[in-house]
């Protein structure tokens, strides 16, 4: 659970039931979803078609999210009101959706559980599913006994607790574990500054780190910190056969608060929140793997890269969402703390932008680590939040992989040893092999949608040099604001910036309404930037999204010929939320509240200095749009 931030405590809590499918809503039903107080065009001016969302009020961290063989459906709880008529937070239940596909949702109305116990009347916060061997579903939760919670607050001892809830049904009805609070605080001894959002698995290699039996042993993290000292995630060993048995080991990471590698991985913050873990192996050689954690970082410290505010604009919180990598280390004889610990060995942002609170599995199904994050409202000011009647929505279901790329002999412009969001083994033929985390929308999810789509164009790739920031037509003439873009472009020596304009309105065709997403090679940077509110200064935050990027040169192992590798873009918009990808290892979200009262199309560019006769400019590779997805 993103915990009782300043933004969150500020906002007053202000039944139902049925399920609705957001894939055949005609917009006559979607409006009768609406709060009462909310009009026609508020409630539909910047809601989305294809991402998953609540009929409407508040809604925030994903929950849970699990596949049942059972049933052949994908399960995702998510963090919601239980007033739906209300777009403040408040009164935190669950709500669950289910899909046979990670695209069509049936979202359950009436809430999956509710704060109705002594243990939990403050709030059911967020939890995960458990492997069990009784043929039952089983979630455990973060149970809330006590407001408000901030890691800037002293932490009451019991305000956060964990509980179990089972369903003997495949999800239509849940009982709440008759013994709950099955732990009733945090560890003794320790203050900590949260306590919260239990993430259960087996962990084969931790097993092995533990000499534990990985078949009768699962292990759960709680996600906080240890006030002045660091933040961290709390590690159980859990007995598989019994998931309400958990034994503390201690806390998994110690490197202090505000511990900030390099610009590359950002500022690990002072508290964590919905950590998750995962081992991750190389495609081409799975007996090599690494251990990652996955987390949303608190009290971050302001950077060149930060998410920016004015004061007279809503703000963004000061927090991450990160992920690390590290092995697996035993504690020295001296640290009686922990047995084992995970030091950091590289690490970098899941997102950059307007998603946080990631939650994940593993599929059996696909064989695949599947995440989702919450998308916020946070640039939207409380005002046309409840005047819209809804708050938030999970992102596309996005699968996690170990990115590896081999004779890599340098980058753009940064020297190797200095990027700390990827791991350079050197080869012992002069050049490393890289290793990254990274992440991109579901494959079988972006097909399905794209098989909606009501048109699919390429665009010309005849080696003509690209028009600059301010001139040249469209590459895509794009209708609709539901659409894929795939694009890569082979940067020229001399490109001092290349990028991508979504044209929202040509009214005014010397300043029309633009999105841009811009990298300057030299500096090793991402922008993203979203229209300009010139209706409502106040009321929206278009501040840029920032991101450190590079394109790494490989050299060829026979002919030694050297090549960069495209800067290749994905991205997926559906109305207000944009979801960028580059190079599978860097991802931005955004809202784009002011460019959702059209869509004119997409352009390309590139602004490249002067470079040696016959030297080519930055062109572009390929390019692919699907518009109208998900219909």
């Known amino acids: 659970m993103s915990d009782t931030s300043s933004r969150e405590m500020s906002r007053s809590p202000s039944n139902s039931s049925g399920s609705t499918n957001i894939t055949s809503l005609s917009s006559s039903q979607e409006f009768e979803t609406k709060p009462s107080g909310a009009s026609k065009s508020a409630f539909q001016r910047w809601r989305p078609s294809y991402h998953l969302q609540a009929p409407s009020g508040w809604m925030n961290d994903p929950c849970a999210p699990h596949y049942n063989p059972a049933t052949g459906l994908y399960h995702v709880s998510y963090q919601s009101s239980l007033d739906l008529t209300n777009a403040d937070w408040g009164e935190i239940s669950w709500r669950t959706a289910t899909s046979p596909d990670l695209v069509s949702w049936d979202i359950k109305h009436k809430p999956t559980l509710v704060p109705d116990t002594p243990y939990d009347g403050k709030g059911v916060f967020t939890g995960c599913n458990v492997p069990t061997r009784d043929g039952s579903l089983t979630y455990v939760y973060t149970s809330i006994g006590a407001l408000p919670i901030h890691h800037t607050l002293p932490h009451v001892k019991g305000s956060e607790s964990l509980s179990m809830a089972k369903s003997h049904d495949n999800g239509l009805t849940w009982q709440k574990y008759a013994s709950n609070p099955i732990l009733p605080s945090e560890p003794p001894n320790l203050e900590v500054t949260g306590f919260r959002d239990p993430f259960v698995s087996a962990w084969p290699s931790m097993a092995a780190a533990l000499n534990l039996d990985a078949e009768t042993t699962l292990f759960g993290i709680i996600s906080g910190g240890i ?14 056969a019994d998931p309400t048995k958990w034994t503390y080991v201690g806390p998994l990471v110690n490197f202090g608060l505000n511990f900030r590698p390099s610009k590359w991985s950002g500022d690990l913050g002072v508290n964590w929140e919905v ?104 640039d939207l000011c409380d005002e046309l939040r409840r005047e819209q009647g809804w708050s938030g929505m ?54 399905k949608l794209r098989r909606s789509a009501r048109a699919a164009t390429s665009a010309k790739t005849s080696g003509t040099a690209l ?33 991508v304009q979504i044209v929202h309105s040509s009214s005014d065709p010397t300043h029309p309404k633009t999105t841009t997403l811009s990298f300057a090679p030299a500096s090793e940077l991402l922008t993203l930037t979203p229209p300009s509110s010139i209706s409502t200064p106040s009321q929206i935050n278009t501040a840029p999204t920032l991101a450190p990027h590079t394109l790494f040169t490989t050299r060829h192992p026979r002919t030694g010929a050297l090549s960069t590798e495209p800067l290749h873009i994905r991205a997926w918009r559906d109305n207000s939320v ?23 199309g997409v352009r390309f560019y590139a602004e490249d200095s002067e470079g040696e006769e016959g030297e080519g400019g930055t062109e572009v590779a390929w390019g692919r749009v699907w518009d109208g997805i998900g219909g």
């Open 394 to 447: 999970l992102s596309l279901p996005r699968e996690i992989h170990l990115q590896t790329i081999r004779n890599v002999v340098g980058a753009w412009s940064s020297d190797l040893k200095g990027i700390t969001s990827v791991e350079a083994q050197p080869d012992g033929q002069g050049a490393h092999t890289v290793r990254t985390l990274a992440s991109e929308p579901v494959r079988e999810a972006v097909e």
């Open 467 to 499: 028009p600059g920031r301010d001139g040249g037509g469209l590459a895509f003439d794009v209708r609709t604001t539901a659409w894929e873009l795939d694009v890569g472009f082979q940067l020229a020596k001399t490109c001092r910036e290349v990028g």
């Open 275 to 378: 950590t998750n873990f995962a081992t991750l192996s190389d495609p081409s050689d799975p007996s090599f793997s690494r251990e990652f954690l996955i987390m949303g970082t608190e009290g971050c410290l302001p950077s060149a890269l930060s998410p920016s505010s004015t004061s007279t604009t809503p703000t963004r919180p000061a927090r991450n969402q990160l992920w690390m990598s590290g092995p697996l280390t035993p504690s020295s004889p001296s640290n009686s703390s922990s047995p084992v610990t995970m030091p950091f060995a590289f690490g970098s942002h899941l997102d950059h932008g307007a998603f946080y609170a990631a939650n994940s599995f593993f599929c059996p199904r696909l064989r695949k680590h599947v995440v989702w994050g919450w998308i916020t409202e946070e």
């Open 578 to 600: 944009l979801e960028v990808f580059v190079n599978g290892r860097t991802a931005l979200s955004a809202r784009l509240y002011e460019g959702c009262e059209g869509n004119v």
């Open 227 to 240: 006030r002045d000292v660091t933040p961290t995630t709390f590690l159980y060993s859990i007995e598989a």
